[in-house]
T-cell receptor, first 113, second 116 residues
Framework: NAGVMQNPRHLVRRRGQEARLRCSPM?????VYWYRQLPEEGLKFMVY????????ESGMPKERFSAEFPKEGPSILRIQQVVRGDSAAYFC???????????FGQGTRLTVV | DQQVKQNSPSLSVQEGRISILNCDYT??????FLWYKKYPAEGPTFLIS?????DKNEDGRFTVFLNKSAKHLSLHIVPSQPGDSAVYFC???????????????FGQGTILTVHP
C-alpha cells in the first residue's frame, strides 16, 4: 500500500508565477490535509478537504492560495503570483476517516526566486 | 500565537542514555497529544500519542508523560540509539470538539542527536 505521494518534490518558481502542488492520498483515504513549514518553524495547518469539499480552511492565507480535492485525481494546492515569503516545505497528510490517524507525505519544497 | 511550544531547539545525548524531549501548551482545550519524528527530506511519522484522560503512555522504548495541571508533556526515549537522531515534533488537537485527527497544532520541533 503506497503512502501519501506528493509531487513534485522540489519546485522552483519566479516571483509572480503560479505554483501547483499535488497530493495523492493513501488508498482508501478520503480526507486530506495541507500543512506549511517555514524555515525554523513547526508545521502549520492550512486546509482540510474531503472529496470535493473544503471542510476547514482556517489556516489558509486569504489571498492567492486555494485548494481542491476533486472526485477523481489528486488534491491540488495552488498558489498564485508567488512571492519570496511563500518559500517553504508544503506537506500533505491523509486519513481514512475524520477520527483516524493521518499519514504524511514527503513534502514539496517550494523555492521562489 | 504559539499554542504548542518546544523550548529546546536541540538536544544531544549519548547512545544508551535517556533522551527527554519537552513540550508545553497554552490552550487548555487540547485533549489529545501526539509526538512525531521527522528525518530530513521526509514527512513527519507518528510515534506515540496520549489522551488527556491519561498521564502516561508507553510503547517500547518510548514513553510519553502528560501533566495537565502544568500543561506540559514529555517524551522519554530509553535507551537512545543513533537511529533516533531526527527532529521531534509535539502536536495537539481539540478532539472533544469533533476536530479531525488530521488538524494538528505543532510545536517548533527539537533536533535530537544521539552520539555513538
Amino acid at each position: 500500500n503506497a503512502g501519501v505521494m506528493q509531487n513534485p518534490r522540489h519546485l522552483v518558481r519566479r516571483r509572480g508565477q503560479e505554483a501547483r502542488l499535488r497530493c495523492s492520498p493513501m488508498k482508501g483515504h478520503s480526507h486530506v490535509y495541507w500543512y506549511r513549514q517555514l524555515p525554523e518553524e513547526g508545521l502549520k495547518f492550512m486546509v482540510y478537504l474531503q472529496k470535493e469539499n473544503i471542510i476547514d480552511e482556517s489556516g489558509m492565507p486569504k489571498e492567492r492560495f486555494s485548494a481542491e480535492f476533486p472526485k477523481e485525481g489528486p488534491s491540488i494546492l495552488r498558489i498564485q503570483q508567488v512571492v519570496r515569503g511563500d518559500s517553504a516545505a508544503y506537506f500533505c497528510a491523509s486519513s481514512r476517516q475524520k477520527n483516524t490517524e493521518a499519514f504524511f507525505g514527503q513534502g514539496t519544497r517550494l523555492t521562489v526566486v | 500565537d504559539q499554542q504548542v511550544k518546544q523550548n529546546s531547539p536541540s538536544l544531544s545525548v549519548q547512545e544508551g542514555r535517556i533522551s527527554i524531549l519537552n513540550c508545553d501548551y497554552t490552550n487548555s482545550m487540547f485533549d489529545y497529544f501526539l509526538w512525531y519524528k521527522k528525518y530530513p527530506a521526509e514527512g513527519p511519522t507518528f510515534l506515540i500519542s496520549i489522551s488527556s484522560i491519561k498521564d502516561k503512555n508507553e510503547d517500547g522504548r518510548f514513553t510519553v508523560f502528560l501533566n495537565k495541571s502544568a500543561k506540559h508533556l514529555s517524551l522519554h526515549i530509553v535507551p537512545s540509539q543513533p537511529g533516533d537522531s531526527a527532529v521531534y515534533f509535539c502536536a495537539a488537537i481539540i478532539h472533544a470538539g469533533g476536530t479531525s485527527y488530521g488538524k494538528l497544532t505543532f510545536g517548533q520541533g527539537t533536533i535530537l542527536t544521539v552520539h555513538p
